[in-house]
């Protein structure tokens, strides 16, 4: 986005803020740590470290993992953040559950605050609080910031709302572009009501509505200006285009699933047949389970494919765990990164002995580091285990002194090889081994453009090579983004498919339960929310729609008999056409 502003206004744009929320609030914050209260050198927690620090403090807690999942007790400190409460401003505490939540939220709170750790909610939720704490500082950003410009508003939360709201004041233009009816991350924290409130809360609001369509034929548009329009809770728009009416929504009525994939399959070979490449085609659901028995048919016709939205480059664990090597070279205290890469690969490490070291760390309030370093020095361990536990403090001295002496790109080579990470998935002689070494050759060259950019473009924050580019990988591995595909059909959910266009669109499952799906039936808010899903589906379509449905499907297990979806109905008739 930035190099396309550049284009077009013919002039550098380095004193311009572009990025994404979490983006700029980690830049505020890096500008402002000591404010904000934070160690200089703060590590940003992905997800999955997010979940292992919160896996750490349920052990501490002694809590069993059956009744007490890591993953609930991250969902409730996120959504708490999103919508801006720490765990002490949190009042309707109503049963045992709730109350252990908020004590696994203090704690959590707690040990990041020690380890100088911070994640993508908190990016939000502490650059607010320094805002409403130091209001010189918020003053400055005003005074920095009048025009605003927010994409995919309709994606917002409450905290992310809130932050702009601060930082427009009452003086700032502010420009929110999104489309309520494409409000489909409920689930995620996302409030269709803040596109909603933007003209009340806002003085003087001017309301453009972009109604002219691009992509899609008029068919198409009507279709799904048809089912939207059942939806109370929207601004109001018609989409209409001046391009071809196109052909009509073709509607299949599957005797079940398998009839349905053999008729895709048989769609897509006569797609081919004319000329036309595989990766224009795409395949979305709304349950991931109904891609097994496409992937089944696929596979015996020989029709490449791919699901869209596998790991992102960041997200691969041979990425991780070299990252986690240099988020422990930059800080020692980092004991998510610590626990990450202590015995891996394999040191002879075993996890009797660091529930040693934690419980030591734990009882005197230090980094597992610190904690490793006097129980070796006071001999609390066995020999054999301080020795190991020795040599791996030893090795990350070593990994931190390289650091100094050479590049960033120069350094994550050194440390593939002197961690012993590349020769252990040199072992792995098939196509995955070679897939993550090629993953970590391409890291190599990642740092290295990385490190040329930042050359060309310094950053405000005057980081260092190497915390810049740990927090470039954190938040490129917690924002989402599209992937590059050979020529194959794209399989895909619903909400995966947003933002995204194709020639051909198999739109599945259109029944009752399974689309809408079964835990919006009774909840109005819900089921708008599910019919702004399926309008999202149908305007992934440039020329040709199919609709498809089975009477008969056996999802989870179970066959079940399904009417039509609802959906189906609300599209005029003269724009469907049967096929059988």
């Known amino acids: 986005m930035r190099s396309r502003l550049e284009q077009m206004l013919g002039r550098s744009l380095q004193s311009m803020w572009v990025g994404t929320f979490h983006g700029l609030a980690h830049r505020l914050l890096r500008l402002h740590w000591q404010d904000a209260g934070l160690i200089q050198n703060f590590q940003i927690l992905d997800s999955d470290d997010q979940l292992r620090v919160i896996k750490r403090i349920h052990k501490a807690m002694n809590l069993a993992e059956e009744r007490w999942q890591a993953k609930e007790s991250q969902y409730f400190i996120n959504s708490n953040k999103d919508e801006g ?25 707690e040990t990041c605050q020690q380890n100088g750790l911070v994640d993508f909610a908190e990016l939000l939720l502490r650059s607010h609080e320094l805002w409403q704490k130091s209001p010189d500082i918020l003053a400055h950003y005003q005074q920095r910031f009048q025009h605003i410009l927010v994409d995919e508003f309709q994606d917002t939360n409450s905290i ?26 409920s689930w995620r924290g996302a409030k269709i009501e803040n596109i909603l409130r933007f003209e009340r809360d806002y003085s003087d609001v001017h309301v453009i509505r972009l109604e002219q369509n691009y992509r899609s034929t008029s068919v198409i548009l009507e279709a799904a200006n048809a089912i939207i329009a059942n939806n109370t809770n929207r601004m109001g728009k018609n989409l209409w285009t001046e391009g071809d009416r196109g052909e009509p929504i073709s509607l299949y009525s599957a005797f079940n699933e398998l009839d349905e994939a053999q008729f895709i399959i048989s769609c897509l070979r006569g797609w081919f047949d004319q000329g036309n490449p595989f990766k224009d085609a795409a395949i979305l659901y709304r349950s991931n389970a109904q891609s097994r028995v496409l992937e089944e048919y696929l596979l ?78 006071e001999k609390k361990l066995s020999a054999r285990a301080a020795s190991a536990l020795t040599g791996f403090l030893m090795l990350i001295d070593q990994l931190a002194e390289y650091n100094l002496t050479h590049k960033l790109h120069e350094h994550i080579d050194y440390i593939i090889k002197t961690t012993g990470l590349m020769a252990h998935f040199a072992k792995d002689k098939n196509q ?149």
């Not at 409460?85 to 709170?109: F, S």
């Open 85 to 109: 409460l720490r765990a002490h401003q949190i009042t309707n505490i109503g049963g045992t559950n709730m109350a252990m939540w908020v004590r696994i939220y203090e704690a959590y709170e």
């Open 160 to 185: 992310q709302y809130a932050w702009i709201r601060a930082l427009s004041g009452n003086k700032a233009e502010v420009m929110a572009v999104g489309d309520d009816d494409q409000s489909i991350y």
């Open 300 to 377: 015996q016709a020989g029709i490449p494919y791919r699901i869209y939205g596998g790991l992102r480059f960041y997200e691969r664990a041979e990425i991780k765990d070299t990252l986690s090597y240099l988020r422990l070279v930059a800080n020692r205290h980092d004991d998510d990164a610590f626990e990450r890469v202590v015995n891996t690969p394999t040191r002879g490490i075993g996890n009797t002995t660091l529930q040693l070291v934690r419980d030591y760390a734990r009882a005197n309030k230090i980094s597992l580091w610190d904690a490793t370093q006097i129980m070796a020095a």
């Open 432 to 580: 995955r081994g070679e897939a993550k070494i090629e993953n970590l050759d391409e890291l190599i060259t990642a740092a290295e453009r990385f490190v040329l950019r930042q050359e060309r473009e310094p950053n405000e924050e005057n980081l260092p090579p190497l915390a810049a580019f740990l927090a470039h990988a954190s938040l490129e591995s917690g924002e989402m983004q599209a992937e590059e595909f050979e020529d194959s059909v794209q399989l895909m959910t619903l909400h995966s498919a947003k933002g995204l266009e194709f020639p051909l669109v198999f739109l599945t499952g259109m029944e009752e339960y399974l689309f809408p799906h079964q835990m919006s039936m009774g909840n109005p808010r819900s089921l708008e929310e599910e019919r702004r899903l399926c309008y999202v589906g149908i305007t992934r379509a440039m020329k040709k729609l199919y609709l498809t449905y089975a009477t008969l499907r056996r999802l989870h297990g179970t066959d079940n008999y399904r009417r039509p979806s609802r959906f189906l109905s609300e599209i005029p008739q003269e724009l469907i056409k049967q096929v059988r």
